[in-house]
């Protein structure tokens, strides 16, 4: 089946640092990815699309200036947090449209700690 | 405004019994459903879906119907398992646009032994 692979599983950086997730398809091409922010114990958020070659689309209420997505590649997308703050801590998981048309995959999510 | 909604945040249903979760929506223009199942710490995994033009879907143990005119959505898990035991999540998309998938809030689901 269709595999995405997130990494890291689990970064823990300074207040102030940057942070880059990436989120790869492992045996199939997504032109379409998508992110996605967690607060415990509450709904998965949706922060952007991701669509290769051209630039990300930010839902309301996300800055894009912190929460910078490149989508270089049909297999890879990148989120970049930039000058973290422990507010930004979260769990985000992203997840790739299948361009065969099936479905969507989600990677296995990556747990931030910003201190 | 939310726009996917499952109104019960937990569950708990005794092993062996059918566990119901519900979920209804907003924008009338969802045309694809999902269902996805998540443990802690992991990214969801599928589940199953519908599409707008049935009213019924079954894999397995898992059932999910459809009332477009309620605009409600419930899986079915029967008979319950005690790995059944995850937070469930019900998803909404427009497949002419395909370009984005809407989350519930999430239902956790306790199978009790």
């Known amino acids: 089946g269709a595999v995405v692979s997130q990494h890291p599983s689990r970064v823990i950086c300074k207040s102030g640092t940057s942070v880059k997730i990436e989120c790869r398809s492992l045996?199939?091409?997504?032109?379409?990815m998508f992110w996605y922010r967690q607060f415990p114990k509450q709904s998965l958020m949706l922060m952007a699309t991701?669509?290769?070659?051209?630039?990300?689309?930010?839902e309301q209420g996300v800055e894009k200036d912190k929460f910078l997505i490149n989508h270089a590649s049909l297999t890879l997308s990148t989120l970049t947090v930039t000058s973290a703050h422990p507010e930004d801590s979260s769990f985000y998981i992203c997840s790739a449209r299948d361009d065969r048309g099936y479905g969507y995959t989600f990677g296995s999510g990556t747990r931030l700690t910003v201190v | 405004d939310q726009q996917v909604k499952q109104n019960s945040p937990s569950l708990s249903v005794q092993e062996g019994r059918i566990s119901i979760l519900n979920c209804d929506y907003t924008?009338?223009?969802?045309?694809?459903f999902l269902w996805y199942k998540k443990y802690p710490a992991e990214g969801p995994t599928f589940l199953i879906s519908i599409s707008s033009i049935k009213d019924k879907n079954e894999d397995g143990r898992f059932t999910v119907f459809l009332n477009k005119s309620a605009k409600h959505l419930s899986l079915h898990i029967v008979p319950s398992q005690p790995g059944d035991s995850a937070v469930y999540f019900c998803a909404a998309s427009e497949q002419t646009s395909y370009d984005k998938v809407i989350f519930g809030p999430g239902t956790s689901l306790s199978v009790i032994p």
């Open positions: 991701s669509n290769e070659g051209s630039k990300a689309t930010y």
């Open positions: 045996d199939f091409q997504a032109t379409t």
């Open positions: 924008n009338s223009m969802f045309d694809y």
